[in-house]
């Protein structure tokens, strides 16, 4: 079985543009999750998507949003990138309910310049 | 408010040995899960286990064992004759049931074994 997969792997950008990062989850799965594993941050909850519905976020500004699409799969945009945006991006899927664990893909290396 | 806690930023044991991963959390839900997850250097975190808080009861997967102790507050994590490949950093995290629902993640151990 297919796990968890994102892309890009690796993503360079400019202060001031946008980015797109994209993540597949586990077929079944209907929940997407997105954090942010920034250098001696640890794991910084985003986002959490369920049925195509934006069910909870993190604390971070507005300018970090996303969607989830009927298939399941997610995109995460962060526009106006700031040079702390750096960090690798991690999706997880879980099936539907807060108690199942969540299954991770590979990560997004953004690196803002 | 939700926290959780890893003390222990960095440990360092020679293969063979045993070794206690400490977590300790905080919240004023009655109800809510923890988990640990192993983050080996490829990146990819791997769920390990989930405990909710109406299970107190201890479980050994192989070498892998859990002490949940909701006195203390605590969900160690023990691994019995270390091996190389164990080497990681390992997350402990919690998520409550209430109407916040954050997922939080303890800032994680980097567990080095040395051969």
């Known amino acids: 079985e297919a796990g968890v997969t994102q892309s890009p792997t690796h993503l360079i950008k400019t202060r001031g543009q946008q980015a797109t990062l994209r993540c597949s989850p586990i077929?079944?799965?209907?929940?997407v999750y997105w954090y942010q594993q920034a250098l001696g941050l640890g794991l910084q909850f985003l986002l959490w998507?369920?049925?195509?519905?934006?069910?909870n976020r993190g604390n971070f500004p507005p300018r970090f949003s996303g969607r989830q699409f009927p298939n399941y799969s997610s995109e995460l945009n962060v526009n106006a990138l700031e040079l702390e945006d750096s960090a690798l991006y991690l999706c997880?899927?879980?099936?539907?309910?807060?108690?199942?664990?969540?299954?991770f893909g590979p990560g997004t290396r953004l690196t803002v310049t | 408010a939700q926290k959780v806690t890893q003390a222990q930023t960095e440990i360092s044991v020679v293969e063979k040995e045993d070794v206690t991963l400490d977590c300790v959390y905080e919240?004023?839900?009655?109800?809510?899960?923890l988990f640990w997850y192993k983050q080996p250097p490829s990146g990819e975190l791997v769920f390990l286990i989930r405990?909710?808080?109406?299970?107190?009861q201890n479980e050994i997967s192989g070498r892998y064992s859990w002490n949940f102790q909701k006195s203390t507050s605590s969900f160690n994590f023990t691994i019995t004759a270390s091996q190389v490949v164990d080497s990681a950093v390992y997350f402990c995290?919690?998520?409550?049931?209430?109407?916040?629902?954050?997922?939080?993640f303890g800032k994680g151990t980097r567990l080095h074994i040395l051969p």
């Open positions: 997880a899927s879980s099936f539907r309910g807060r108690f199942y664990e969540q299954y």
């Open positions: 995290a919690l998520r409550d049931m209430n109407r916040d629902d954050k997922i939080i």
């Open positions: 405990r909710n808080s109406f299970d107190e």
């Open positions: 998507y369920d049925e195509g519905e934006e069910r």
């Open positions: 077929s079944g799965h209907t929940s």
């Open positions: 919240t004023r839900d009655t109800t809510y899960y």
